[in-house]
T-cell receptor, first 115, second 118 residues
Framework: KAGVTQTPRYLIKTRGQQVTLSCSPI?????VSWYQQTPGQGLQFLFE???????NKGNFPGRFSGRQFSNSRSEMNVSTLELGDSALYLC??????????????FGPGTRLLVL | AQKVTQAQTEISVVEKEDVTLDCVYE???????LFWYKQPPSGELVFLIR??????QNEISGRYSWNFQKSTSSFNFTITASQVVDSAVYFC???????????????FGQGTILTVHP
C-alpha cells in the first residue's frame, strides 16, 4: 500500500508570496491532518479535514488555510508569507471514521524556506 | 489542557547500550491515546506504537519496549542493544477520543534526539 505523499518536497519563496502544498493520503483514508514543525515551536497542529470538511483547527492565523477534495487529497495554502513560516509542513492521514482516535501516518513533509 | 513533556533533549550512547526515552503527559481525560513516532533525518514521522489509556500492559516489539504507567502519567520507551540506525528524533504524542476539538489532533512533546555512536 502506498504511503502518504506530499508535493513538493522543497520550496523556496519570498516574503509576501503565497504557497500551496499538496498531500495525498493512504488509499482508503479519509482524514487528513496538517502540522507545522519548527525548531522553536516543535510540532504544532494546523487543521484536520474529513470528507471535504474542516473538523478541527489549531491556533494559527487566517493566512493558513486548507481544503480537501472528494478523493481525500488535501491542500494547504499560506498567503502573505512571513519569514517565520519557514518550516517543515507534515501531512498525516488516518481512516477517521470513528470516535476512536486512530493512528495517523505521516508523509515525508514539505520543507518551506521563506526568504 | 493536555501536555507532553520529554525532558531529555539529547541522549548519546554507544552501540549495544540500552537506552530509555522518557515521556510524561498531563491530561484530565480518562480516555486518551499515547503514541511514539521516530523521525529520521529524512523528516518523515514513522509510527512506532499506539496505546489507549485502558491498556497498561507493557509491550515489546523486537528491541523496542514500552512501559505505560498511569500512576505516574508516564509512557517510556526503551531500546535494547541500540544500533546506529536507531539514531533519530523520537516524539511522544497524546490525543483523545475523536470529536470536537480533538479531531485529528496530536499533541507532541519536544522530542528527544538520540545519537548512537558505533
Amino acid at each position: 500500500k502506498a504511503g502518504v505523499t506530499q508535493t513538493p518536497r522543497y520550496l523556496i519563496k519570498t516574503r509576501g508570496q503565497q504557497v500551496t502544498l499538496s498531500c495525498s493520503p493512504i488509499s482508503g483514508h479519509r482524514s487528513v491532518s496538517w502540522y507545522q514543525q519548527t525548531p522553536g515551536q516543535g510540532l504544532q497542529f494546523l487543521f484536520e479535514y474529513f470528507s471535504e470538511t474542516q473538523r478541527n483547527k489549531g491556533n494559527f492565523p487566517g493566512r493558513f488555510s486548507g481544503r480537501q477534495f472528494s478523493n481525500s487529497r488535501s491542500e494547504m495554502n499560506v498567503s502573505t508569507l512571513e519569514l517565520g513560516d519557514s518550516a517543515l509542513y507534515l501531512c498525516a492521514s488516518s481512516k477517521g471514521q470513528t470516535l476512536i482516535q486512530e493512528t495517523q501516518y505521516f508523509g515525508p513533509g514539505t520543507r518551506l524556506l521563506v526568504l | 489542557a493536555q501536555k507532553v513533556t520529554q525532558a531529555q533533549t539529547e541522549i548519546s550512547v554507544v552501540e549495544k547500550e540500552d537506552v530509555t526515552l522518557d515521556c510524561v503527559y498531563e491530561t484530565r481525560d480518562t480516555t486518551y491515546y499515547l503514541f511514539w513516532y521516530k523521525q529520521p533525518p529524512s523528516g518523515e514521522l514513522v509510527f512506532l506504537i499506539r496505546r489507549n489509556s485502558f491498556d497498561e500492559q507493557n509491550e515489546i516489539s523486537g528491541r523496542y519496549s514500552w512501559n505505560f504507567q498511569k500512576s505516574t502519567s508516564s509512557f517510556n520507551f526503551t531500546i535494547t542493544a541500540s544500533q546506529v540506525v536507531d539514531s533519530a528524533v523520537y516524539f511522544c504524542a497524546l490525543s483523545f477520543n475523536a470529536g470536537g476539538t480533538s479531531y485529528g489532533k496530536l499533541t507532541f512533546g519536544q522530542g528527544t534526539i538520540l545519537t548512537v555512536h558505533p
